[in-house]
């Protein structure tokens, strides 16, 4: 399986992850905050279609290393919130939500749980991106962020969390169709 997201569609990109837990402890990543909070955003989460979602991104707290933040990412280096609404919502199998609070469109990323093997096969899709500078930034955030989910559920330290995004934004600046 291969780590990188797959572009589906100028709009949308595909991630999938087979998750060393069972699908109840991989929803509960999803949906509670302190546990989603070790991987992605803390904040409250109504888990019912047309309900609320709140996420804190403390991406300074992801890290187990100390590492400064880099230049394009500063803006980001205190925290940032925002708010979503679920779409669709079928525990422990499937979560949907609007991404981001700003006027206009949003984009919605989709959760998807299949037990597999020992495990649980997590498919993430994220749609509805504005653009290709959307693209990017959503794809390196993701399989960043699904680095550090993919450590902790292991029981391990994730390591460094800004180099390693940096790292990503340039591979997918390099990688997603229409550069």
């Excluded at 999803?30 to 804190?56: C, H, I, N, Y």
């Excluded at 959307?134 to 699904?146: R, T």
Aim: net charge negative.
């Amino acid at each position: 399986m291969n780590d990188h997201g797959t572009v589906l569609d100028p709009a949308t990109i595909r991630f999938q992850r087979l998750l060393p837990a069972d699908i109840e402890t991989v929803w509960a990543f999803l949906t509670e905050s302190d546990k989603r909070g070790q991987w992605l955003a803390s904040g409250d989460m109504e888990l019912r279609v047309g309900g609320g979602v709140t996420l804190r991104f403390l991406h300074n707290q992801l890290s187990s290393v100390d590492e400064p933040t880099p230049e394009p990412f500063r803006a980001y280096e205190n925290g940032v919130t925002t708010q979503g609404v679920i779409t669709l919502c079928e525990p422990p199998r499937a979560l949907a939500y609007t991404w981001g609070g700003s006027p206009g469109q949003p984009s919605e990323v989709l959760f998807e749980l299949k037990a597999q093997d020992k495990g649980t096969l997590l498919t993430l899709t994220h749609r509805k991106l504005a653009d290709r500078a959307a693209m990017v930034d959503v794809a390196s955030g993701w399989h960043a962020h699904l680095g550090v989910l993919s450590a902790r559920l292991e029981g391990r330290q994730p390591g460094p969390f800004w180099s390693v995004l940096a790292t990503l934004s340039q591979d997918y600046e390099a990688s997603v169709p229409g550069a």
